[in-house]
């Protein structure tokens, strides 16, 4: 489902009662709508971080990264939130590149089961079956470093590709699966239902990664780079104040993400450290990533660092 959301909140509209130039306008879209980490534009805007740098926001949602690089492809959009792997759409043609990083470890995504499951740990899953949403994914890659990491090699634990995160669930409520490696949001909101439990976060297994980078067209960066290191100010500004601001943060985000204050401070307490707030790209995560395109089959080669991203606009000091 596509959404568009106003551009300017409350905060933005004081932040911007007496300029006298018109903000600059950027399309913005976010892989996918309901995310923590994403959400941070929505809070950015309302707390005025953007105007105060004088951007205006249009945010349109989508249904993935493919999704999200469509509308790039289309020129729909300027900007974008998406995840680290999604950068091998640059190799195959796209027209953006990745201007800076803001989620690094994935603490987005977890190993969960049944409330009532024998297994407890990490441990317990030699031979055990795990739902994950495609093959060639994210989420069966990290099943794969997992199992490296227990020592059970790449393939010592099974996977199965049901799809989104409603499918996985109800493979693991009817035990067709033993776990399930999905959305760390997912997995906290069907655990306050007492259906399942997190066993633990793929970043206690996977301690460098990309998980989210902020993507722009090429040709925007080249003819008003400006603009694009003012929406990086207003960006990691938004950041620093979800940082330390947490109950402000779940008054706000909570019923934007139409979850319970209860289930999003888990949440928060969950991916918040994850959270970059200047944008720097840690060289060795990067090395990884390229790794992964090769483990997962989307790209034959490593491609160059200087390919996937660019370092003209980090560190951001808001």
């Known amino acids: 489902m596509k959404m568009r959301i ?3 909140g409350l905060g933005a509209l004081l932040a911007t009662s007496g300029a006298s130039l018109a903000a600059d306008k950027i399309r ?3 892989a996918v709508q309901v995310s923590f980490p994403m959400s ?5 805007i309302d707390r005025g971080f953007f105007a105060k740098n004088n951007i205006e926001l249009e945010i349109t949602s989508f249904t993935g990264d493919a999704k999200l690089q469509q509308a790039f492809a289309s020129n729909s959009i300027d900007v974008g939130t998406g995840s680290g792997p999604a950068m091998a759409f640059e190799i195959k043609g796209a027209p953006t590149i990745a201007i800076a990083a803001f989620a690094g470890p994935p603490g987005t995504i977890c190993v969960a089961t049944n409330a009532d499951s024998p297994l407890k740990t990490t441990h317990d899953l030699k031979g055990k079956t795990l739902a994950i949403s495609t093959t060639g994914s994210l989420t069966e890659w990290l099943v794969k470093r997992l199992s490296v990491h227990e020592g059970l090699g790449p393939d010592g634990i099974k996977t199965v590709a049901l799809g989104a995160g409603a499918a996985m669930n ?7 699966v033993d776990a399930m490696m999905t959305g760390t949001e997912n997995a906290y909101i069907a655990a306050d239902k ?6 633990a976060g793929a970043e206690t297994f996977v301690p460098d990664f990309v998980t989210h980078v902020i993507f722009a067209r090429k040709d925007l960066v080249a003819s008003k780079p400006d603009a694009v290191e003012r929406f990086l100010k207003g960006f990691f ?6 940082k330390t601001h947490k109950a402000e943060t779940a008054a706000f985000m909570a019923p934007l993400l139409n979850e319970t204050e209860k289930v999003f401070n888990q949440i928060y307490d969950h991916e918040a450290s994850i959270l970059l707030d200047d944008g720097q790209f840690d060289p060795k995560a990067i090395e990884i990533i390229k790794d992964s395109f090769i483990d997962m089959g989307i790209l034959d080669k490593k491609p160059a660092t200087d390919e996937l991203l660019t370092t003209r606009f980090v560190p951001v000091k808001p």
């Open 40 to 44: 941070v534009l929505e809070l950015g």
């Open 170 to 176: 109800g493979a693991l409520f009817t035990h067709q």
């Open 6 to 8: 106003a551009a300017f």
């Open 237 to 242: 500004a938004s950041i620093r104040y979800v």
């Open 194 to 199: 007492g259906q399942v439990r997190v066993i």
């Open 28 to 30: 913005v879209g976010k």
